[in-house]
């Protein structure tokens, strides 16, 4: 199977996109559950902080990245495994539930082709060898993140933290930079930020960004090493600022409701993961002929 994979670049090409799309129809469970299963996890540790009761509300039943089995959010009937093939089942029911007829949101067909187009992008840029697998990883990771930063202004650490993680032990192999330069990068991803916030509350009294933000800004230098941490800020912060300038201008949007950086961080850091020696490289050559 491998052999054909390298051999046949159509057939891996057809394999990534048909697995990332399972792939995405299970990180819209991520988005939706995991903000859940915090706030739940939170609340428990209140109650028992401030010693209240804790006797778990009817609604708060058990719930998991796998159990209880999805279901409609508006009748609340469980869905069936033919209604849950992804994209197909979305546009066979023609976007409604099959039992209350209430519309589905357009975000569950969204993340699935999301997930599929950016998994072809890496699988067709890095070919069928071990970095691409890494890379997959990552980026279905950061789609979850940046959907729950989206929703809820967070990061959660249960995924950030892994995947800091995961890529200091993908650089133990040297798979995108050495592990000397993925240890360094993590460290400065974190405390650049980390101080970065300090300064700005010691400044205005208000906090800039979120300590997920720090985490998030460390799992890059860990997987693509410290190099790669200039690169990865100023697009970010380039597309923050335009895209939020955007919103207050054309939508009206208050210039005093934050607005999340996870996904600025994550799309910057994506395109770094791909493109980022080629950007630096004519970056430096551009600067040389000026």
């Not at 070919?127 to 697998?133: K, R, V």
């Not at 210039?255 to 395109?271: H, M, N, Q, T």
Request: glycine share 8%.
């Amino acid at each position: 199977m491998l052999q054909a994979f390298a051999e046949n670049t159509p057939l891996f090409l057809t394999s990534v996109a048909l697995l990332s799309l399972l792939v995405g129809s299970f990180l819209n469970v991520v988005i939706h559950r995991v903000p859940i299963i915090l706030q739940r996890a939170w609340r428990e540790q209140c109650q028992e902080v401030l010693e209240l009761p804790t006797g778990k509300p009817l609604e708060a039943e058990a719930l998991s990245l796998v159990r209880p089995r999805s279901q409609c959010p508006h009748c609340g009937i469980m869905i069936k495994a033919s209604e849950n093939i992804p994209l197909l089942s979305f546009l066979l029911l023609k976007g409604r539930c099959s039992n209350c007829g209430k519309r589905i949101s357009w975000r569950y067909p969204v993340v699935e082709a999301l997930t599929a187009v950016l998994s072809l992008i890496v699988a067709w840029h890095l070919g069928f060898n071990a970095s691409t697998g890494w890379a997959l990883l990552l980026t279905w990771c950061l789609i979850a993140l940046s959907f729950i930063d989206l929703d809820h202004q967070i990061l959660p650490d249960n995924i950030t933290l892994p995947i800091l993680w995961l890529g200091l032990l993908a650089n133990v192999f040297g798979t995108f930079t050495d592990l000397q330069s993925a240890v360094l990068g993590a460290i400065a991803g974190y405390a650049s930020l980390w101080l970065v916030f300090h300064g700005f509350k010691l400044l205005t009294g208000k906090e800039g960004m979120g300590f997920g933000d720090f985490k998030l800004f460390a799992v890059f230098g860990a997987w693509l090493g410290w190099q790669a941490l200039p690169l990865i800020i100023l697009l970010s912060a380039f597309s923050g600022a335009v895209i939020g300038i955007l919103l207050i201008t054309l939508r009206g949007r208050d210039r005093e409701i934050p607005i999340p950086f996870g996904p600025y961080l994550s799309v910057a850091g994506w395109i770094a993961l791909l493109w980022g020696e080629q950007i630096t490289r004519a970056y430096l050559q551009f600067a040389r002929l000026t």
